[in-house]
């Protein structure tokens, strides 16, 4: 529950960018095998290649439907904080209460002193389960959010590409120097935005 939202965020994209880049390489192929594959073709048949990449990061940075998706979770995270909080503040209020008490021999009896702190120390562990359970929902929350934005992402690009033709897609992040013809980003990003933004607007 102590991260913020600025961590959550930077988790976010990595995580995506991650997914993003195992779905990418190219049917389950790693760079090092396209890499392979690509010096084992023939000259005419490499320079016959149709190439492109998307700058994954820059995509998710800008695509509406993550930051939609990361505002919602960032509302969540600060209403489950809210409810974490109360109930930690009100259990440390009770257990120094109890010291207070305890400290001036405010209990009738030894019996009643154990009971009060038996019930505290139940309390303590309630508390502790609330915020695992809690950072569980934001953690599944954070990864629904992931799945949902690569989902999107790869059903666009299927679709893309049955008119575009590619032989490879690759992650932006993989590639060190490349010509701006074959960058689609700014395409890409637009179609889905606009997308989105349809989708949006029928519900």
């Not at 600025?6 to 389950?28: E, K, N």
């Not at 760079?31 to 320079?47: G, M």
């Not at 290649?49 to 969540?76: G, P």
């Amino acid at each position: 529950m102590k991260s913020t939202s600025l961590i959550v965020g930077i988790v976010s994209l990595v995580a995506v960018a991650v997914l993003y880049i195992l779905h990418f390489t190219g049917s389950g192929k790693s760079v090092e095998e396209i890499s392979e594959d690509l010096k084992n073709r023939s000259s005419e048949d490499a320079e016959s290649l149709k190439i492109a990449y998307v700058k994954a990061d820059s995509v998710i940075l800008n695509y509406d439907l993550a930051q939609d998706l990361h505002d919602q979770f960032t509302k969540s995270q600060e209403a489950y904080n809210t409810e974490y909080g109360s109930k930690r503040q009100s259990f440390e209020k009770e257990a120094a209460a109890f010291q207070e008490k305890l400290q001036r021999g405010g209990f009738l009896t030894e019996q009643r002193a154990i009971q009060e702190r038996d019930r505290l120390v139940g309390r303590e562990q309630e508390i502790v389960k609330l915020d695992q359970e809690l950072s569980g929902k934001l953690a599944e929350m954070q990864q629904a959010n992931n799945q949902q934005i690569l989902d999107s992402l790869l059903n666009y690009l299927k679709e893309y590409n049955k008119v575009k033709g590619y032989d490879y897609i690759f992650n932006g992040a993989e590639v060190l120097i490349g010509d701006e013809a074959h960058n689609i980003t700014q395409e890409v990003l637009q179609a889905l935005n606009v997308r989105y933004s349809q989708n949006a607007t029928q519900k």
